[in-house]
């Protein structure tokens, strides 16, 4: 009887250091709590029976080591006024771009190694329009696919607000046809803020 207790005592101590090896390198699960991500992800739902309050995410957690984020990704990281608390948001501009602030007058360039990250939902987001741009540390990983419930499996999808970012540099970010599209369109707004920098 000691032999298959034994045995079954390493198989559940290698399965446990494989499971955390994995949620530490590879990526791990988060549940979506609160509004500020809808529509693209949702905190509960009213029809369908589930313990879990909202919809289940991957993120994955191999970018996070060299920071190869695009502009338009959902991001984990830790709040900038919280360390204790996750949280999920759209990176909306990487380190040299221009930000264009919903609702205001404001232009903002991202400092080298910060990024601007903001929620779907504006109305009932606490982003970087009130804690300002943050560290590039605090980012833990790329949301890649919604998990839960079984309605809503899929990916999340990459989306950059129209004409809200001025790209200048384009080197921290994974370039698409698309990406590098609306960078060129762009292009020329960026130079002129610039311009207006140096005067």
Not at 21 to 32: E, K, L, P, W, Y
Not at 90 to 99: E, F, K, S, T, Y
Not at 105 to 125: A, F, M, T, Y
Not at 135 to 146: A, S
Request: aromatic share 10%; net charge positive; glycine share 8%.
């Amino acid at each position: 009887m000691a032999e298959p207790l034994w045995f079954l005592a390493k198989r559940s101590a290698a399965a446990a250091m494989i499971c955390i090896t994995f949620t530490d390198i590879v990526g791990n699960f988060a549940t979506i709590q609160g509004n500020s991500m809808q529509p693209t992800l949702q905190q509960g739902h009213k029809d369908f029976i589930s313990l879990l309050k909202g919809d289940v995410v991957f993120y994955e957690k191999i970018s996070a080591p060299a920071y190869k984020y695009c502009r338009g990704d959902v991001v984990v990281l830790r709040s900038p006024t919280d360390p204790d608390q996750l949280m999920v948001k759209r990176l909306i501009a990487m380190q040299g771009d221009w930000v264009n602030v919903p609702g205001s007058h404001e232009i903002h360039q991202i400092p080298k190694g910060r990024c601007w990250v903001e929620g779907d939902n504006g109305n009932l987001s606490l982003d970087s329009r009130n804690f300002g741009p943050i560290p590039l540390g605090l980012v833990k990983g790329r949301v890649t696919i919604k998990v839960w419930p079984p309605h809503r499996i899929g990916r999340v999808e990459r989306v950059l607000p129209e004409g809200q970012v001025m790209f200048t540099d384009m080197h921290s970010c994974v370039i698409t046809r698309s990406c590098l599209e609306y960078t060129f369109r762009l292009g020329e707004r960026a130079s002129y803020y610039q311009g207006l920098a140096a005067s």
